[in-house]
């Protein structure tokens, strides 16, 4: 999901500037790499749009010539590069780096606009819908089906986050028919993911807990306008008695706008209301191959106790071989954590539990027929 900054209300905007980062970031892979990295150019399945990317192919001394199982990525919401970088983490490239060394390919792009993927990153994620993102992944998967170098048999999905929801769309449609794996991904509708997501982040930015019984109403009526039709007003008010239940006290509407306004260009898009309004229960539920959904539980933005309960009801409808895992110590990154917060995030040097990192490649390599 998306990493809030400070704002009134408690952590609302979705990016950690790796710039904000001072810590080492030790798991970063560094070059020599013992497997081939390649820049390629992908054609997302919409007309126009390029995305550029690494294609990583094993070592041929190690694990033969191929073709070789594969996995495409697919970040989380907002603009994100191919590494999925935040707070100058890498867990994209640290995980495409593992599989490797286990065999297994891998391609992961730039998002639109990002990096060497074309269009504007503010105007065309903001613009895109989940579909149109699918379409993207959907790109991936095509592209390596024709790769001589890849098992056009064997390809698989890792989503993290929103990632997820590009999935449940993907296995809807039939494009993916692979093991997927499922990073912190959401289980419920965008709607009632972000209300939590928001009421975690009060919590943890100090709103007293005899407030939050308070906010939870206005909270979810605030999310309501985000959802429906772009009304900037009723966006505003609705906002507004969240900064009353929040604070205790009674704001103008003056007063607020301050606060809100400048949020709703982001807010209030076609990208939101698409999140807001999707159920990937649906989608999901048509995996034509096994899952692997990980959750973190100190995750602040895709709560464990909301969204794994509903993985493990459609584990029973997943092929065999699908597991669903709650990494406790774990925060919205698989970093090992201590509160969980999305601050806390470029204060640790982990860049991924190796745990998390063992349960991915290891649980990839048995779905792939890998010793």
């Not at 494009?175 to 709607?191: F, I, K, N, Q, Y």
């Not at 906010?215 to 009353?244: F, S």
């Not at 649906?282 to 692997?292: F, I, K, M, N």
Request: proline share 7%.
């Amino acid at each position: 999901m998306r990493c809030p900054t400070r704002t009134p209300l408690a952590a609302l905007l979705l990016w950690v500037s790796a710039a904000t980062a001072q810590v080492s970031r030790p798991q970063t892979p560094v070059a020599p790499f013992p497997y081939r990295v390649t820049e390629v150019g992908v054609a997302s399945l919409q007309q126009g749009v390029m995305l550029g990317g690494s294609l990583v192919l094993p070592d041929p001394g190690t694990h033969g010539a191929g073709p070789y199982p594969a996995v495409v990525f697919h970040s989380g919401s907002g603009p994100q590069d191919r590494d999925e970088t935040v707070a100058g983490h890498k867990p994209y490239a640290l995980i495409a780096d593992a599989l490797a060394r286990r065999g297994i390919a891998s391609l992961r792009c730039d998002d639109r606009g990002v990096g060497a993927s074309a269009g504007d990153a503010a105007l065309t994620t903001n613009a895109a819908s989940l579909d149109q993102l699918a379409d993207d992944a959907a790109g991936l998967i095509a592209f390596l089906r024709q790769n001589p170098s890849i098992d056009p048999g064997r390809i698989g999905y890792v989503g993290h986050s929103e990632g997820g929801n590009i999935a449940s769309i993907l296995m809807a449609r039939g494009d993916l028919t692979g093991p997927a794996v499922l990073l912190a991904s959401p289980m419920v509708r965008g709607e009632h993911l972000l209300t939590e997501q928001l009421l975690r982040s009060l919590q943890l930015g100090g709103v007293p807990e005899d407030r939050m019984a308070g906010v939870r109403e206005p909270m979810a009526g605030w999310v309501a306008t985000m959802a429906a039709e772009p009304d900037l007003e009723a966006y505003l008010e609705a906002g507004r008695l969240v900064i009353n239940a929040q604070l205790g006290v009674e704001i103008s509407a003056e007063q607020a706008r301050p606060a809100l306004e400048p949020l709703a260009a982001e807010l209030l898009t076609p990208h939101t209301r698409s999140f807001l309004n999707h159920d990937p229960g649906e989608g999901l539920a048509a995996s034509r191959a096994p899952v692997l959904a990980l959750f973190g539980g100190r995750d602040s933005q895709v709560l464990d106790e909301q969204n794994a309960p509903v993985a493990r009801r459609l584990l029973e409808q997943w092929p065999e071989g699908s597991e669903v895992i709650v990494l406790g110590s774990c925060n919205h990154l698989f970093q090992n954590a201590r509160s969980g917060s999305v601050a806390e995030y470029a204060t640790l040097e982990q860049t991924m539990s190796p745990l998390a990192i063992a349960a991915i490649t290891g649980w990839l390599a048995d779905q792939f027929g890998l010793e």
